[in-house]
């Protein structure tokens, strides 16, 4: 398995909504991330995790809250978000944080905050 | 922080026809990515490289790492009309920490 799976593909949720974006890997990846993309402009990291172990924040608004409960899953809980959070959501993962080894992205969620 | 410049911007080819586009930064990476994203999906990884000077095929793609660690360029030969997208650099610095994304190329191919 090469995979990086996202659920859901697509997500319409209300500003007083709570949900959750899951990601899963099952290539023993050490090392996972969530970007923001908006259209036209490249991904922007929000989360990275190491070892399980929240590394970096870039200074992302609580209302989102990341979540990893095993290697292998990565969860990003919304609350209370704002039309501007539409974007494409993308999870990837490297085989660790330091090098580029098997950096693969998923195919994305796309989220529509109204 | 570190920014990565991408051109063109964007580029309108004749089904064919060779293509290249090149990134550079300021600063000096360690890791060169090339990845393809099609709207609606995620970005894929088309080809890294891990040292300067490297040069790397993929098909009918090509990419090579620069000499001064600061560039790299992406070569698509007889392009097709399926090579449309927007075609992102990548680079990771030393510490292995910063992974930046150039602005994209968006590539266009007329048939």
């Known amino acids: 398995d090469t995979e990086v799976t996202q659920t859901p593909k697509h997500l319409v949720m209300g500003m007083t909504n709570k949900k959750s974006l899951k990601c899963e890997q099952h290539?023993?990846?050490?090392?996972m991330y969530w970007y923001k993309q908006k259209a036209k402009k490249p991904p922007e990291l929000m989360f990275v995790?190491?070892?399980?172990?929240?590394?970096i924040n870039e200074s992302v608004p609580s209302r989102f809250s990341p979540e990893c409960p095993n290697s292998s899953l990565l969860n990003l809980h919304l609350h209370a978000l704002q039309p501007e959070d539409s974007a494409l959501y993308l999870c990837?993962?490297?085989?660790?944080?330091?090098?580029?080894?098997?950096?693969?992205f998923g195919s994305g969620t796309r989220l529509t905050v109204v | 922080g570190q920014q990565l410049n991408q051109s063109p911007q964007s580029m309108f080819i004749q089904e064919g026809e060779d293509v290249s586009m090149n990134c550079t930064s300021s600063?000096?990476?360690?890791?060169w990515l090339w990845y393809k994203q099609d709207p609606g999906e995620g970005p894929v990884l088309l080809i890294a490289?891990?040292?300067?000077?490297e040069l790397t095929s993929n098909g009918r793609l090509t990419a090579q790492f620069g000499i001064t660690r600061k560039d790299s360029f992406l070569n698509i030969s007889a392009s097709i009309p399926s090579d449309v997208g927007i075609y992102f650099c990548?680079?990771?610095?030393?510490?292995?920490?910063?992974?930046?994304f150039g602005p994209g190329t968006r590539l266009s191919v007329l048939p």
């Open positions: 990837a993962s490297s085989q660790d944080w330091a090098t580029a080894d098997g950096y693969t």
């Open positions: 290539m023993g990846h050490r090392a």
């Open positions: 995790y190491s070892y399980e172990k929240l590394s």
């Open positions: 600063s000096i990476f360690n890791t």
């Open positions: 490289l891990y040292k300067a000077g």
């Open positions: 990548a680079g990771i610095d030393n510490y292995g920490q910063n992974f930046v």
